[in-house]
């Protein structure tokens, strides 16, 4: 679907599909381009032409909003993540091509391959995502990252929290904030446990907690208010 160097928009909540999804497009050395979920259908178009992205991978909520951006042209390829079991035109979820032409499934996807591709060599400075600002007191613009930026960013994170197995991180921002990429990626390079939380809310956090035996976590100022 996309080569190295090729733009993927992620439009996705915290999900294991958004996590396989993120690091996927890293490891075939194209550019993520994580897209905040809370925007209109106008806000996503405008973020996929600024940055040129060619694929959409998104959740089955955003189905048809995408299908109209692949009639349309906006992009070659869409890929879904559909909940477990779901149907798509009539027929389970499991196969690339499910819903028509330019439209895929991502379990479908996982399963059809035959074995994980090498990874592409990047360099420290070569582009890893784009990740738009909030656009509270302007237009949303996209900030750079680079792979040298995520690496340095999470053993450093890794390193003065003390994180190794058994700990357990829990990610509470979204996947498209600084924020929520910086408790991915430290968990997971340390060889701990993410849990991931959907949408905030005080119960659920401090259920999940509890229940999943957290030891790390990364609170804004706004949920500490809560």
Known sequence: FAGRGDRIAILMPNT?????????????????VPLNTRWSADDVSRALLDAGCTVLICDASRLEEAQALLEGGALRAVIVDHPSGAMVDGLPG??????????????????????????????????ADVMYTSGTSAMPKGVIHHHG??????????????????????AISPLFHVAGQTVLTSTLISGCRLVLMPAWSVDRFLHA???????YVHLITAVLVD
């Open 94 to 127: 499991r196969g690339p091509g499910s819903g028509g032409p330019g439209m895929h499934d991502l379990a479908g996807l996982i399963d059809g391959a035959a074995r994980a591709a090498d990874p592409e060599v990047v360099a420290a400075d070569g582009l």
């Open 209 to 215: 907690v509890r229940r999943e035996r957290v030891t």
């Open 16 to 32: 294991t599909g958004a996590v396989v999804a993120f690091l996927a497009v890293l490891r075939a050395g194209a550019v993520a």
């Open 149 to 170: 930026y995520h690496w340095a960013n999470a053993l450093g994170r890794a390193g003065f929290v003390g994180l190794r197995p058994p700990d357990v991180g829990l």
